[in-house]
């Protein structure tokens, strides 16, 4: 994932657009950057934020850049927000998605008379550099922008920055959410819809999947209008949203209670108290303790301090330590207790294991782990939810492959139904591996309820495999 925000504002919009963006540092991982028109030009700042928090990275920068508008992005990889000239005039662009098909587009560009891309270290090309090429192969913006998701194998929201306003465009099946604030004398876009709520911005609208609007000071003009057909994706509730934000008319943190007291009405495990693996997976236990009774508690504190995201380390090895490293445990709420502990997902099953050897340790009796969601399947093709470089990289792949052999792939169906003999298989022998007291998963249409979307409007790729 990535986050993006941007302003277009009378009078200067730094301070904005610094906050703004920072608002979005739950949603990447390696580096954060802003642009801002300054009237003659644009001005640029991107720094590395693996290892220290957006804001200390920056304090200089906003110190030194003025503006009536800007961009900013906290981004998983790319370096961005990029500025470009073309024939379509100067701007600056940055993007949120994927791009599974590069290699093609890339190939269409060169023959089409594109002479170069810049190549980043890691030997691949910038996604953001290749979407603007894309832009710039037509004869406006707005065109570029619907011919570059109608050629994208993957999905791509974005925002461009002009002398004139800003562009929001929303992914073509609205895989990624948009949004748009107004005050008196400026308007933003937002990836998440509580980053301009302390900056004075009442919200004034979430785009529709596919829908271009262009932004000034006073006004928001829907360029392209919205289409039909939505895919968002299921997980932003489950897990990488923040608490704060809402998507689609549903808040994060309530569909989480929502998802929660589900799990519980179909549970009838004793336990002396309910956690939830800080932080996605407190909402999920409050919900839970809420419908069955058992008592809420906190048997281990996230210590966060200096290490604010366990996800900032590239190398899932570091990780792993310092996600350990962060859980302080409360004895006194740990020995001798039947715990009910709720994550929201478990992809490798690395974390989660050390996590309850942790508390065996610490003297817990029984831990009873619940899911948020279903068995993960597949790896997102869509937004780089999961660093999986491999089906088998997710340990239920493995323990199919396991059970089944060479008819392993042939017969994912039957272990993505929660009510056949295959699905109770691979979680048990999930839980045996794992070492857990017992192993519950949400069921895929209960999570689908919990968000309150018709079942057709969610992406449900990672856990079915369909698009």
Not at 159 to 174: K, Q
């Amino acid at each position: 994932m990535s986050g993006l925000f941007g302003v277009v504002s009378k009078s200067d919009c730094v301070f904005d657009l610094f906050f703004g963006t920072d608002y979005h540092s739950h949603l990447g991982t390696k580096r954060g950057g802003m642009a801002v028109c300054t009237g003659n030009g644009f001005k640029r700042a991107i720094h590395n934020i693996e290892n220290s928090p957006f804001r200390t990275k920056f304090e200089r920068d906003v110190e030194e850049m003025k503006g009536l508008s800007g961009i900013g992005c906290i981004s998983d990889n790319e370096p961005q927000p990029l500025i470009v000239r073309s024939h379509l005039g100067n701007f600056a662009i940055t993007t949120v998605g994927r791009i599974n098909n590069a290699d093609e587009l890339v190939q269409k560009a060169y023959a089409a008379g594109t002479t170069h891309f810049l190549e980043m270290s890691d030997g691949i090309i910038n996604p953001t550099e290749l979407a603007a090429a894309l832009i710039n192969s037509k004869d406006s913006i707005p065109e570029g922008i619907r011919y570059a998701q109608s050629v994208i194998d993957g999905s791509l929201t974005l925002l461009i920055l002009t002398p004139e306003g800003l562009y929001a465009a929303r992914d073509r099946l609205g895989r990624t959410p948009l949004v748009i604030g107004k005050k008196k004398g400026a308007c933003c876009a937002s990836s998440e819809s509580f980053a301009y709520l302390n900056l004075g911005y009442d919200a004034c609208k979430e785009l529709g999947p596919g829908e271009i609007d262009f932004l000034t000071p006073d006004s928001v003009q829907v360029v392209c209008p919205p289409g039909e057909e939505m895919k968002i994706c299921s997980f932003l509730w489950v897990y990488y949203g923040y608490p704060s934000s809402t998507y689609e008319g549903m808040n994060v943190e309530k569909m989480r209670y929502i998802c929660g007291d589900m799990l519980a009405a179909r549970d009838s495990v004793e336990a002396d108290s309910v956690a939830g693996v800080p932080d996605s997976g407190t909402a999920h236990a409050i919900g839970y303790a809420n419908r069955s009774g058992i008592p809420f508690s906190r048997p281990f504190i996230k210590y966060t301090p200096t290490w604010p995201r366990s996800f900032m380390p590239q190398k899932q090895s570091q990780r792993n330590l310092i996600a350990h490293m962060k859980l302080i445990p409360v004895g006194d709420l740990i020995r001798d207790k039947k715990l009910v502990l709720i994550d929201d997902s478990i992809v490798r099953g690395t974390q989660l294991r050390e996590t309850t050897e942790f508390l065996y340790r610490s003297g817990a009796k029984e831990v009873h782990i619940r899911l948020a969601c279903p068995p993960i399947m597949y790896g997102c093709k869509y937004l780089n939810f999961s660093r999986s470089t491999s089906h088998m990289d997710l340990i239920s792949r493995r323990i199919i492959a396991q059970l089944e052999g060479d008819k392993a792939d042939e017969k994912l169906h039957l272990y993505a139904d929660p009510d056949t003999p295959e699905y109770a298989a691979m979680v048990e022998e999930i839980r045996r591996q794992l070492k857990f007291t017992t192993l519950k998963y949400h069921r895929l249409d209960d999570m689908m309820a919990s968000t309150g979307l018709p079942p057709c409007k969610l992406c449900t790729y990672c856990w079915n495999g369909r698009e």
